[in-house]
């Protein structure tokens, strides 16, 4: 048998491998370049990037779970023009793919920033974070209803130089529906989940553990809902899914492939172990070796329901 194939392919951009990292839990890359060689990875998605800088929720904005944390980090961030100008630079030269993740409160934040972005090389995709759960005021209803998800995918699509890839709220009635409206207004692909709604109290002193009460939950906990969401969309659009939620080793990797997802983002997982993507990938490798298997592509979509 040849060596293993892992590269796959989404809108038309190929990657080295299915594992990227998810956007809120990397930085803008470099915070982890010291840990990893990042050039191994198949793609890093950077934290979201809004119209102008983000100081965030004030602290504590963070709280473990079991299973899993909670965060309302409530979008912190530089801003598009500091993110082109210093961050930018770094993510040039790494050898992987590099995909921006965008957030917005109204459809003219996220054309504004996207025109910024527009005639930069060194990007290959953008997400379009329309379903973060844990700002007041943010742009979780453009996830939660598919006329306005069609309208906003539309409008952006209209303007973007790069394939685009909203990422999709679990926190919906029909997550199916949700999907097939972005892929007729123009998505190229789809993300998800994005971080279920939750919170946390102390019992002793009464108090919320996070500032903004509510914020995202992800780890291991929300693995299942995750699981189940890609299973749903993958049967109702044609476009790549890339999982997101829970997801810690290569094997939970193998699972969203063959749930129907063609790629997957590491999220909290990096937290507990800042090299669980580089240990993914070269367990993949063993994984197809092993099971003679010469291309990871030929188990998307492959699960056995019956």
Do not use: W
Not at 3 to 11: E, Q, R, S, Y
Not at 132 to 146: M, R, Y
Not at 163 to 186: Q, R, W
Not at 293 to 298: P, R, Y
Request: hydrophobic residues 45%; charged residues 20%; glycine residues 8%.
């Amino acid at each position: 048998m040849s060596a293993p194939n892992l590269k796959v392919t989404i809108a038309g951009i190929e990657f080295a491998n299915p594992i990227l990292t998810a956007s809120g839990t990397f930085g803008y890359g470099e915070e982890f370049n010291e840990f990893i060689d990042l050039s191994r990875l198949g793609g890093i998605v950077t934290k979201s990037i809004t119209r102008y800088e983000r100081m965030g929720h004030p602290p504590p904005r963070t709280a473990e779970t079991a299973s899993g944390m909670l965060n309302a980090i409530g979008l912190a961030n530089v801003g598009v023009d500091i993110y082109i100008e210093e961050k930018l630079p770094f993510l040039r030269n790494l050898g992987c793919r590099i995909i921006v993740n965008v957030a917005g409160f109204e459809i003219e934040d996220y054309l504004y920033v996207i025109d910024k972005l527009n005639g930069h090389p060194e990007i290959d995709m953008i997400e379009l974070n329309i379903s973060c759960p844990n700002v007041k005021g943010d742009g979780l209803e453009f996830s939660s209803n598919p006329e306005i998800a069609y309208d906003c995918v539309h409008k952006v699509k209209q303007v973007c130089d790069f394939p685009l890839m909203p990422k999709l709220s679990p926190n919906v009635s029909d997550i199916k529906v949700i999907a097939k409206a972005c892929e007729e207004a123009g998505a190229d692909a789809l993300s998800m989940i994005n971080t279920l709604f939750g919170m946390a109290i102390d019992p002793f002193t009464r108090k919320v553990r996070l500032s903004n009460i509510v914020g995202g939950l992800s780890g291991p906990a929300i693995k299942p809902t995750a699981l189940a969401a890609v299973y749903k969309a993958a049967a109702v659009v044609k476009i790549p899914i890339i999982g997101i939620g829970g997801i810690m080793d290569y094997r939970d990797v193998i699972e969203f492939l063959l749930a129907g997802a063609t790629a997957v983002q590491f999220g909290t997982a990096n937290f507990i172990q800042p090299d669980c993507t580089i240990k993914a990938i070269d367990n993949l490798y063993k994984y197809l070796l092993e099971n003679s298997i010469e291309d990871i592509n030929d188990l998307i979509g492959k699960v056995i329901t019956t």
